[in-house]
């Protein structure tokens, strides 16, 4: 059975292994303050991606709203500790509840639909969130946004120190990860297979998809509510723009450039297009003089080529050298034994 699961699915260990490995030995050699600010980022997006890759990698369900959850996870901890002076780890917790419940109840209408139009759907429903957090300025700080939101600290160690906050966000990005690994292996992970590829042939079988399409959806939603409030609790400060449709699309293009049908897909996307958009700000405005959003042109462009001669993603790069290196080794061995 262990060897059929590393075929199915590849190796569980060795990969988690080799990004531990990889997570704590980068602050080692990243000084620039600027380059680790990022390096956090991709730690507090990849919570999002990965729960985003579950629904469309592996259900099939497209979401273009997930910056509603992602805003709805900030807001609600961010009011709940400036105003109500609770504690943040619990509001961080009662933002995820909130944004688990909302998803579930928007989730048994809208998951009726199929394809694009229930990308428009989630679409509107991240458009309804923005109006409403720019339009409740007594709660929000409308348009201005909300301030002075206060740093995390867990059992004693203040994180609002970079170093802390960036091991602390990267063990959760961590714990997500083999949470949803162990998702996409056990038998619910093959019904949502089994959904993606055919919804109408899993239901004869008896299966209640609408049920597990739900319950993925909410799922999803409170990784990104997580991810809100510890952007929220790391920056101090939330803003309308933040989380607009721009970032939905965004969170979609991480998915898609890393690999929908692998959990690692996730965060190597959102690496990928988070230090992409720091290149494309700095070549564009410093050498190229040109203002305004280039690297949307430039998004539209990695995306053509990903799907061209990548579609599973940037992740099917470490299974082609996986598998590329027993053939070169095994022409080696011939070669030098003259067989």
Do not use: C
Not at 139 to 168: K, Q
Not at 208 to 237: E, P, Q, R, T
Not at 243 to 272: D, E, K, R, Y
Not at 285 to 301: A, R, T
């Amino acid at each position: 059975m262990s060897k059929l699961e590393a075929k199915l699915y590849g190796p569980r260990w060795k990969p988690f292994i080799g990004f531990i490995a990889l997570i704590l030995a980068l602050p080692f050699f990243v000084h620039a303050p600027h380059i680790f600010t990022i390096l956090i980022l991709i730690g507090i997006y990849s919570i999002t991606t990965v729960g985003l890759n579950l629904l469309a990698g592996y259900a099939g369900q497209v979401s273009l709203g997930h910056a509603a959850f992602f805003a709805i996870g900030a807001y609600v901890s961010g009011m709940a500790t400036t105003k109500s002076a609770i504690s943040p780890w619990a509001a961080l917790l009662l933002a995820m509840a909130i944004t688990f419940a909302v998803a579930w109840l928007i989730g048994i209408p809208i998951l009726k639909l199929k394809g694009h139009f229930l990308a428009l759907a989630t679409l509107g429903f991240n458009i309804i969130v923005y109006i409403l957090i720019s339009g409740l300025t007594d709660y929000t700080g409308g348009a201005l946004g909300l301030n002075n939101i206060p740093a995390l600290s867990l059992f004693g160690l203040d994180l609002s120190d970079p170093l802390h906050f960036y091991y602390v966000i990267w063990a959760l990005a961590a714990l997500v990860i083999l949470f949803s690994t162990n998702i996409v292996r056990s038998p619910i992970g093959r019904l949502l297979r089994s959904i993606h590829d055919s919804e109408i042939a899993t239901e004869t079988l008896g299966v209640n998809a609408a049920k597990y399409k739900v319950y993925i959806f909410a799922l999803s939603a409170s990784f990104a509510s997580l991810s809100g409030s510890m952007y929220a609790h790391f920056i101090h400060f939330i803003a309308p723009p933040t989380v607009n449709t721009s970032f939905s699309i965004l969170l979609l293009i991480m998915v898609m450039v890393g690999g929908s049908h692998s959990i690692w897909g996730a965060p190597l996307g959102t690496a990928i297009i988070m230090f992409l958009q720091e290149v494309i700000r700095n070549v564009s405005h410093s050498y190229l003089k040109i203002s305004g959003p280039v690297e949307i042109v430039v998004y539209g462009f990695v995306i053509v080529l990903v799907m061209m001669f990548l579609p599973q993603g940037t992740i099917s790069l470490f299974s082609r050298l996986d598998a590329a290196f027993p053939r070169i080794r095994n022409k080696t061995l011939k070669q030098e034994t003259g067989g």
